[in-house]
């Protein structure tokens, strides 16, 4: 068990499996409160109360028992994708492969965090390798499609490790790049452009043929989306996209798909665990949270021509408020010269 002092608030690995495992409540009690003691100096800063907790319907762990058969799993294997003592490989070393694992169990957890072990690794050397994976939480699942494997225009959060450059051969960006996107069902993702018109944000992430485990974390916790890494084999947390205003309808399915094409990878997840997390919300918003979100968005994702428009005056407005002053003009000139018709009308009285 890590209380591993990182420096982001709120990170630290998980309550080991061994605790849930305890038969004694009460002993079970004391371990996990002792460990959240320990632990709170990762996520105390904000004064938020966090608790974690494994929840197993929705992860996915050696020895993978029943993984993609019909009676006992939570998960549905796809295309190439198979199950081994040490991982579930999506795709292997190989050219023009799809692979993928879904949930099978529709996500009704507000606020939770994910973690995703997993390794990359094959011969093809650097940029000669491809083309990476991607890890979802959609409204669709088990579907083919040019997005790692998964569908385009998707709907929900998609996570893609792009290991190789499609647009960038000028080496502005290091591979692999880590970027994330939440598609509303009408957003496409460039794949010649390695994501970028629509992505929230992301990271290098030196992650293929390294000797030490790599892992990612995605977060979602009041609306906001976190992303952190641990690549580097120190068992730390390092931030590589972080975002508020984030909204996520409930019911959607975790996945993980991986492609190949002219060059390939092995595409290994080692295990995805999600941790439930407990967080207070004031009154207000509790009141927020309880409009149903329908539709995934993203706040500063809005067009910023709309929210120029409703704080000042559009062309419209413009143009009506110039209409008014017009119309002011032309009813004060026709005031002026009905008085000024009967002021010469009297004073003509007066001289006859
Ligand atoms: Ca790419």
Redesign the pocket.
Known sequence: MAASMSKFKLSCYPVPNIVFNMRNAAMKLFVVTFLLFLTSQCHGDDGLELDEFLKREYSLSKPYQGVGSFSSSHWDLMGTAMVTPEHVRLTPDLQSRVGAVWSRIPFFIRDWELHVHFKIHGQGKKNLN???MALWLTKERMQNGPVFGNMNLFTGLGVFV?T???EDKSHERVFPYISVMVGNGTLSYD?DR?GRPTELGGCTALVRNVNHDTLLLIRYMKNRLTVMMDVDGKREWRECLDVPGVHMPLGYYFGASSVTGDLSDNHDVISMKLYQLTVQRSSQEEEEDREEVTLPSVDYMAPPQVEVAEEGMGPVGRFFAFLIAVMGLCVLAVVGVVLYGRWKERSRKRFY
Do not use: L
Request: charged share 35%; hydrophobic share 0%; no cysteine.
């Open positions: 491809g083309d990476g792009d190789y450059p499609n794949h390695d």
